[in-house]
């Protein structure tokens, strides 16, 4: 489903990811292992289109992914699971949940499509997130 090939990343004064191949199947789990900086999250962030590639390329389906932002992999049918239970300490679970795809309305958060878009997840994970975070 999605391979990425000769990725690279650079921050200044450092290589964080160099010549970099992976590749994962619909519905593969994958877990990336290596020491602290061995550069997992940033490959990640690149592919989540958090970073920007300073080389290499993506495929989605086969077909060259232009990634520039984490909406860009989303209408892409990727979805990431961050380091940090929170993404946005004072937004609740399902907040953090629907951020960067809030569903609306005239131009207004549709919280009633938020709140089944969240119940939606927790029956196909089997989590639950509780009342008081919704």
Not at 70 to 90: C, K, Y
Not at 96 to 109: F, H, Q
Request: net charge negative; aromatic share 4%; proline share 2%.
């Amino acid at each position: 489903m999605v391979s990425m090939a000769g990725v690279r990343k650079e921050f200044p004064g450092v290589v964080a990811v160099d010549n970099v191949d992976f590749s994962a199947r619909r519905g593969e789990v994958m877990g990336l292992l290596g020491e602290n900086g061995a550069g997992k999250s940033t490959l990640m962030n690149l592919l989540y289109g958090m970073y920007k590639m300073d080389a290499g390329a993506v495929e989605v389906d086969g077909k060259q992914a232009k990634i520039r932002s984490s909406r860009d992999a989303i209408g892409l049918g990727l979805g990431m699971v961050h380091q940090s239970f929170t993404l946005v300490p004072n937004l609740t679970v399902a907040e953090n949940i629907i951020l960067g795809s809030e569903p609306s309305r005239g131009g207004v958060l549709d919280w009633a499509e938020a709140r089944r878009r969240v119940s939606e997840l927790e029956d196909r994970t089997g989590l639950k997130i509780g009342e008081d975070q919704l």
